[in-house]
């Protein structure tokens, strides 16, 4: 009952705060300086890890499907299997739950961190909007930056496939792209690069959230950053499954 | 009119109550000191006069307008008009002294790069901090801090100035100087507000002093008014007596 509340809470208070960003977004003036630095924080310094991510897991997931498949002869499906699974849903799931614990954590512990020693407030006091100066920067940031390290987690991702492929089954790389642009249609790309732009506004936004409603001072900090991290990832999970059924509702329905 | 005009201000926190019924004016040009003891609740007092609090009731009238439900949007002119002064200088740690002193400047003035630069020269000339211009917050003492949130908070020229301490923690001869800045903001018409604890500065910059007690108003006066009466309410909290 409890966590039920403050499940309502948080969704209540992250809708608030996400209502305002975007009403404040029509107002002069937009900082694109602020802006930029954050495309900078969240984008440039995440494609480290998103792409040792992706290529991982693409390189594992061909080493376990080419073992699997083995035993039927179905090896020759690797090609297909792995990079469907990376485009639709392995490339933008795992980079935004990375995004969601490197960025998520950052922007709670950050934003907490002004609200302890009130800088929040001085933005407020001195005639400017937090949610202009920090807000609306880091959301418009997560919005850009995380479906192009989805896009470039794709392509990593697949490549992983196929040097695993090629490495451990013995594929022939033009064979393997081949049958990889053969399978993935561009309605198989949209519907997983399509997440991204929901799962980046669940990161911004809940953990702004968080950050802004820190209670108990630096200890409060740390709390918030850890239920910042974990809401987005539970909401991430969870929506990629309302997510691909829209989209698949969606794909049904201009095909 | 008077600047600032509070009516039966009331504030609670997590059903405690703080202030039960404040009520004061401030007259344009004046210093009115705001005393009482620590966490009776001066700081919220003042964060309320910019709308950084809302009243759970009352009413706060900034030069005629009432503020208390105005938004946050609607509150950037009266930001820009009063100017608070943190009492421990909340400033930006992410930016160097220089660019902290821009800030408002940036925002709410039409000055080019050359005019801030020298503007902020000359607020830290004012302040003696003249070495501390590339510095980070973090490489400042708590007193270097403190006078750079002053220096941020009035460089704009504000109409009214709501100091929250500023002398508490400073060496003598920057108390002074916080003093005597004091009196040259007020020689220029500007209206202001003082919390203190240090009774000597509020005796030297202050016109008329407000004590709060118990959630209210308990004892007001001038300057002159609290000298002539030894056994008034606001003489005994200066003497340190229990009020
Ligand atoms: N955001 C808040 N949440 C809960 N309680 C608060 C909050 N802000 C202030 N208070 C409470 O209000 C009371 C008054 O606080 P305030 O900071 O205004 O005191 P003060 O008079 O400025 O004291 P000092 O002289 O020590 O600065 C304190 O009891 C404090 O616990
Ligand atoms: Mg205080």
Redesign the pocket.
């Given at each position: 009952m409890n966590s039920y509340l403050s499940f309502l809470q948080v969704f209540g208070g992250a809708s608030l705060l996400l209502y305002q960003s975007f009403h404040e977004s029509f107002r002069r003036p937009l900082y694109f300086k602020l802006i930029l630095e954050q495309i900078y924080m969240v984008g440039v310094k995440s494609l480290p890890l998103v792409l040792i991510t992706a290529l991982s897991t693409g390189m594992v997931m061909a080493l376990q499907f080419g073992l699997g498949l083995e035993k039927f002869g179905g090896k020759l499906y690797v090609p297909k299997i792995v990079s469907l699974s990376i485009i639709r849903e392995m490339g933008p799931v795992f980079t935004s739950l990375m995004l969601a614990a490197r960025v998520g954590a950052g922007i709670t512990s950050e934003i907490g961190s002004m609200m302890v020693t009130q800088q929040i407030d001085a933005i407020r006091a001195l005639g400017t909007s937090p949610i202009k100066k920090i807000v609306i920067p880091r959301i418009l940031a997560c919005l850009i930056a995380l479906p192009l390290l989805c896009a470039f987690a794709n392509a990593i991702g697949v490549y992983g496939g196929m040097y695993v492929g090629y490495n451990d089954l013995g594929l022939d790389p033009q064979f393997y792209m081949q049958k990889v642009f053969q399978t993935i249609t561009l309605a198989d790309y949209m519907s997983g690069f399509g997440k991204t732009f929901f799962f980046a506004l669940f990161i911004a936004v809940i953990s702004c959230y968080f950050g802004l409603n820190i209670k108990g001072g630096t200890k409060g900090v740390g709390t918030a950053t850890t239920k910042s991290v974990v809401t987005a990832s539970i909401f991430i999970l969870v929506g990629d499954y309302f997510l691909t059924k829209f989209f698949w509702i969606i794909e049904q329905w201009l095909s | 009119m008077a600047v600032i005009d509070v009516k039966n201000f009331a504030k609670s926190?997590?059903g405690k109550p703080?202030h039960k019924n404040v009520s004061f004016q401030v007259k344009e040009g004046e210093c009115l000191g705001l005393l009482?003891g620590?966490?009776?609740?001066?700081?919220?007092?003042l964060r309320s006069l910019i709308g950084l609090e809302k009243p759970d009731s009352g009413e706060i009238f900034i030069e005629g307008e009432e503020i208390s439900n105005f938004s946050e949007h609607q509150l950037i002119p009266i930001r820009t008009k009063v100017a608070y002064v943190f009492?421990n200088g909340a400033l930006f740690d992410s930016m160097s002294v220089f660019e902290n002193l821009a800030y408002p400047l940036r925002e709410h003035t039409k000055l080019n790069e050359s005019e801030i630069k020298n503007r902020i020269h000359e607020q830290l000339t004012e302040f003696g901090l003249e070495d501390a211009e590339f510095k980070s917050p973090s490489q400042l003492s708590g007193g270097m801090q403190k006078r750079v949130g002053l220096a941020r908070s009035i460089i704009i020229r504000p109409k009214v100035v709501l100091y929250?301490?500023p002398t508490a923690g400073l060496d003598p001869y920057n108390t002074v100087k916080i003093q005597e800045m004091i009196l040259r903001m007020k020689d220029k018409g500007v209206t202001s507000v003082f919390?203190t604890?240090d009774m000597p500065s509020a005796f030297n910059v202050c016109d008329r002093m407000v004590l709060l007690l118990n959630g209210a108003v308990a004892a007001e006066g001038t300057v002159e008014e609290l000298n002539k009466d030894p056994d008034g309410l606001l003489q005994r909290f200066v003497r340190g007596e229990r009020a």
């Amino acid at each position: 009952m409890n966590s039920y509340l403050s499940f309502l809470q948080v969704f209540g208070g992250a809708s608030l705060l996400l209502y305002q960003s975007f009403h404040e977004s029509f107002r002069r003036p937009l900082y694109f300086k602020l802006i930029l630095e954050q495309i900078y924080m969240v984008g440039v310094k995440s494609l480290p890890l998103v792409l040792i991510t992706a290529l991982s897991t693409g390189m594992v997931m061909a080493l376990q499907f080419g073992l699997g498949l083995e035993k039927f002869g179905g090896k020759l499906y690797v090609p297909k299997i792995v990079s469907l699974s990376i485009i639709r849903e392995m490339g933008p799931v795992f980079t935004s739950l990375m995004l969601a614990a490197r960025v998520g954590a950052g922007i709670t512990s950050e934003i907490g961190s002004m609200m302890v020693t009130q800088q929040i407030d001085a933005i407020r006091a001195l005639g400017t909007s937090p949610i202009k100066k920090i807000v609306i920067p880091r959301i418009l940031a997560c919005l850009i930056a995380l479906p192009l390290l989805c896009a470039f987690a794709n392509a990593i991702g697949v490549y992983g496939g196929m040097y695993v492929g090629y490495n451990d089954l013995g594929l022939d790389p033009q064979f393997y792209m081949q049958k990889v642009f053969q399978t993935i249609t561009l309605a198989d790309y949209m519907s997983g690069f399509g997440k991204t732009f929901f799962f980046a506004l669940f990161i911004a936004v809940i953990s702004c959230y968080f950050g802004l409603n820190i209670k108990g001072g630096t200890k409060g900090v740390g709390t918030a950053t850890t239920k910042s991290v974990v809401t987005a990832s539970i909401f991430i999970l969870v929506g990629d499954y309302f997510l691909t059924k829209f989209f698949w509702i969606i794909e049904q329905w201009l095909s | 009119m008077a600047v600032i005009d509070v009516k039966n201000f009331a504030k609670s926190f997590d059903g405690k109550p703080v202030h039960k019924n404040v009520s004061f004016q401030v007259k344009e040009g004046e210093c009115l000191g705001l005393l009482g003891g620590s966490g009776v609740g001066k700081s919220v007092v003042l964060r309320s006069l910019i709308g950084l609090e809302k009243p759970d009731s009352g009413e706060i009238f900034i030069e005629g307008e009432e503020i208390s439900n105005f938004s946050e949007h609607q509150l950037i002119p009266i930001r820009t008009k009063v100017a608070y002064v943190f009492q421990n200088g909340a400033l930006f740690d992410s930016m160097s002294v220089f660019e902290n002193l821009a800030y408002p400047l940036r925002e709410h003035t039409k000055l080019n790069e050359s005019e801030i630069k020298n503007r902020i020269h000359e607020q830290l000339t004012e302040f003696g901090l003249e070495d501390a211009e590339f510095k980070s917050p973090s490489q400042l003492s708590g007193g270097m801090q403190k006078r750079v949130g002053l220096a941020r908070s009035i460089i704009i020229r504000p109409k009214v100035v709501l100091y929250d301490e500023p002398t508490a923690g400073l060496d003598p001869y920057n108390t002074v100087k916080i003093q005597e800045m004091i009196l040259r903001m007020k020689d220029k018409g500007v209206t202001s507000v003082f919390v203190t604890h240090d009774m000597p500065s509020a005796f030297n910059v202050c016109d008329r002093m407000v004590l709060l007690l118990n959630g209210a108003v308990a004892a007001e006066g001038t300057v002159e008014e609290l000298n002539k009466d030894p056994d008034g309410l606001l003489q005994r909290f200066v003497r340190g007596e229990r009020a």
